[in-house]
C-alpha cells in the first residue's frame, strides 16, 4: 500500500475507523456485506496463538486473536485469494481504540478500492470477519461488530475489615454499590492488623496474612453477600505488611511483605491460597496493589528500607515481572484500587516524614502516572476497593490519629473530597470487592 496521506480518520459505526486515498480524502464504507451472527461466520475457523507484534501476515481460513496493548498492529492480507476465502480478526484485549490495526491488502481490492487506500479499525472489543469476494470487490467484511464488555459488575459492593485501633479488630464494614460505608459488622476470624485483601473467584473475596502479635498466615473468605467466614490455616510464609490483587478476572495474589521479602502466593478461582513462589523484583513492605487493564495486577510503592515508588506488573497467568522504575512522590504505607473497568489508583501514604493525600493513576496499559495533587485529609495506611463496576472508595486510616473518613473515586479517577466517616476509626485495615 501507498500509505495514509491526510488527518486523522473518522469513525464509521462500530468498526471500519475509514479509509484514505492518496489524496487525503476520507472515503464511507460501500457497507458490503452482511452483519450475521459471530457463531455462524466463526465455523470452520482454525483460531491462531494471540498475535501481539507491530506486524503480521494472515492466511485464509485463520482466526487471528490481535493484542494490540503495547503497539499497533500491521496486518498484510494473503497476496492471491478464492472466493469465498475467509479470515477473522478479534481485538484481544479490548485496545483497538488506542492502538489501532491496519489491513494491507496487498494487491487485492477491499470493497471495492484498490491497494492505494489503507484500511483501519480502531474500536475496543471489535470483532471483524473478512471474505474475498471477486477480483471488483475483493476482501469484503460480512462480520464488523464491537463486542459487549462481560461481566456486567454494575452491582459490585465492597468490604474493609480488620485494621487496628489502638488494639487489633475484626469487625468489617460494607460499601453499598453507590459507596455508601455501612456500620461495623461483629468481626469474624483472628483479630488482626496490616493483612491484604483482594477478589477470587466469581464475587468473592479474601481476607489473608496479617499481624497479631507475630505474623500469621491464616485467610478469611467472603461470599457474594459480603459475609466473612471462619479462619482457613495458613498456607506459605507467615507474612504481614504485604498487597494484593486479582488477576486473570478470577485469581488472586497476595506478594511481598514484612522483613522485606517478594514472596508471592497465588490464589485459585475457588479461594485455595498456593505455597510460596520465589519473590521477583525489590524486596519490601507497606506497598499496595491493584487489577488493571484485561486479568492483569501491579504491586507499587513501599519500604525497602526507605520509601520506594517502584513498581511490579503481574501478567495474567500471575507472573510478576522486574521492577519498573517509580513514578511520583516514593512512600509506603499507600493503598489502592481499580476504576473506570480497567484502570487503577494508588493513594494517600508516608514519605518518611509525613504522611500524604496524593494520587497515581495507572493507565490500562499499567503506567503509573505522576502525582495528582492531595483531594481529602492526608494519611497513611487506608484500606480500598472497587465499588459500582467503575468506582473506588478509599477510606480509614492515620493520621496521627486513626479515622473513619471516606473518599469516593469516579470512573474518571477524580477523588472526592472527605465524607464524613462510619463505623469504627482503625487504620492498617484491607478491604475488597464482592458481588
Known sequence: MSGIVGSKLNIRGSGVVGKLGTDGQALTSSGAGVAVAYEDISGGISWQSVETGSTMTAVAGNGYWINTTSNACTITLPASASAGDTIIFADYARTWGTNKITIDSNGLNYQGDDDTFDVEYGTDGLALSITYMDSTKGWVPTFDEAVTDVPSKTSLNGIMAYGYTDTNVSMSNLVSSTGVVASDVTGVGTARRTLAACEYGTGLGIFAYGYTNTQVSMSNLVSNTGVIGTDVSGVGTAQSDLAAC??????????????????????????????????????????????YGDGLGIFGYGDTGSPSSLSNLVSNTGVVASDVSGVGTARYDTAACSYGGDKGIFGFGYDGSSVGGMTNLVSNTGVVATDVTAVGTARSSPAACEYDGDKGIFAY???GSKVSTKNLVANTGVVATDVTGVGTARAYIAGCSYN
Request: without cysteine; proline residues 0%.
Open 246 to 291: 486479582s488477576y486473570s478476572d478470577d485469581k488472586g495474589i497476595f506478594g511481598y511483605g514484612n522483613g522485606y521479602n517478594s514472596i508471592t502466593n497465588l490464589v485459585s478461582n475457588t479461594g485455595v491460597i498456593g505455597t510460596d513462589v520465589s519473590g521477583v523484583g525489590t524486596a519490601r513492605q507497606g506497598l499496595a496493589a491493584t487489577q
Open 397 to 399: 486510616g492515620n493520621t
